[in-house]
């Protein structure tokens, strides 16, 4: 995630320089299937970690769709939805670990 963030970071400096940016979907691995190893009941540290990351990338995607609504040019809007897509994407990714990770199910 951090790799993605870093990636974020270079297209807003590209976008400011004027220079074109292609912004590809978000290209993260599924880990889903190693989080039996990797959360267990007695090491709950990666899930607090989870949750906040879970947090930033909320925050992130609300900041960019805030400046897509405030840009004034439609390459501005495009550019800032385009991040702020990625973001949830990032935001869905997190809960879905989340989900496996503590068999957080809905009860009826």
Do not use: C, W
Not at 32 to 54: A, Q
Not at 59 to 64: A, I, L, M, W
Not at 72 to 79: C, G, P, Y
Not at 91 to 106: K, P, Q, S
């Amino acid at each position: 995630m951090a790799e993605e963030e870093k990636h974020h970071a270079q297209y807003l400096h590209k976008f400011l320089e004027g220079k074109e940016v292609e912004i590809p979907e978000s290209n993260i691995p599924d880990f889903r299937g190693s989080l039996n190893v990797e959360f267990t009941e007695n090491n709950l540290e990666e899930i607090g970690i989870m949750l906040g990351t879970l947090r930033f990338e909320r925050k992130s995607e609300y900041f960019y769709l805030e400046l897509e609504k405030k840009a004034t040019e439609k390459e501005e809007q495009e550019f800032f939805s385009k991040i702020a897509k990625v973001e949830r994407g990032h935001y869905e990714l997190i809960d879905g670990l989340l989900d496996e990770a503590t068999g957080f199910r809905m009860q009826t």
